[in-house]
């Protein structure tokens, strides 16, 4: 009789409970559980292109190859000038005035940096007449300047087939729209190409010595502090001005993109006197 009950309590006990499994186990599984979500996912989705690669081997078109070479074939032409004198030239009324681009307030003597162009393979370096400065006896002399226009030409001594002279254009004829470009070296840096057109003509501009510049080109390639004195060509590389300042409000020294260059007629027609004279005819008489 005493077994019964004792048969009867062993039975009412619950089973045990099945052996833990470890748990690295349980994380392996879920990892692998994981991957193969992983693997349908990829499998389901679609194919997406790939992007387009750009063409390593350059991606100029005709307009700018044709503006590279234009670069190329007219920057050894242009020099760099440092140690420069530079000065505002005079204003005009109205609280605006035009600036020679190398210009400070008031006027100083300081020193910077200008652009000029080789002119003939004998060394002559056509340049503003403001940036001609005294500094050059170790590299070079001042010929000649003429005030009235803002020209000077200085000499180096450089073996001619080391000088490659720019070439000459003409400004008669051009007209509004037409592309032009400016080589110089502002603030500096050398070389800097700045792209444009001719915006007006027949401007008229203050000189250093307050005699008016007239027929002057005006254009919207920027003309900085160190561009001044170098060339403003046209699409054939063709020189058709000399860059000599920018119009400025009162005070700000922010250009306006109205920018001016002497036309290179009346810089042939100076030019040869300030080789020859050291001066122009106007100021000889």
């Not at 920027?222 to 561009?227: M, P, Q, V």
Request: net charge neutral; glycine share 14%; hydrophobic share 35%.
């Amino acid at each position: 009789m005493a077994v019964q009950p004792l048969l009867r309590l062993l039975q009412l006990r619950p089973p045990p409970p099945p052996p833990h499994s470890p748990p690295f186990a349980t994380t392996r599984r879920a990892s692998a559980a994981a991957a193969a979500a992983a693997l349908l996912l990829l499998a389901a989705s679609p194919r997406l292109p790939r992007p387009a690669r750009a063409d390593p081997g350059g991606g100029e078109d005709i307009d700018e190859a044709r503006v590279v070479r234009l670069f190329q074939e007219a920057s050894p032409s242009v020099v760099f000038i440092k140690d420069l004198v530079v000065g505002r030239t005079p204003g005009r009324g109205g609280g605006q005035a035009v600036e020679a681009v190398d210009g400070e307030e008031g006027g100083a003597t300081v020193e910077g940096t200008g652009s000029g162009f080789v002119w003939d393979t004998a060394g002559h370096i056509v340049l503003l007449e403001d940036s001609s400065g005294n500094s050059y006896s170790k590299e070079g002399s001042l010929v000649g300047c003429d005030p009235s226009y803002d020209l000077a030409v200085l000499k180096v001594d450089v073996d001619g087939d080391k000088l490659r002279p720019a070439l000459i254009g003409t400004s008669k004829g051009l007209r509004v729209g037409q592309s032009c470009f400016a080589i110089g070296n502002p603030y500096g840096y050398e070389h800097t190409l700045t792209t444009g057109v001719v915006s007006g003509l027949g401007r008229e501009i203050p000189s250093p010595n307050g005699r008016p510049i007239r027929g002057a080109i005006q254009t919207d390639a920027a003309i900085n502090s160190g561009n001044s004195g170098g060339p403003l060509i046209d699409s054939y590389g063709h020189v058709i001005g000399v860059n000599t300042a920018t119009f400025t409000r009162k005070g700000t020294g922010i250009s306006s993109g109205v920018n001016f260059a002497i036309p290179i007629d009346t810089v042939v027609q100076s030019v040869p006197n300030l080789i020859v004279y050291g001066t122009s005819v106007s100021n000889r008489f």
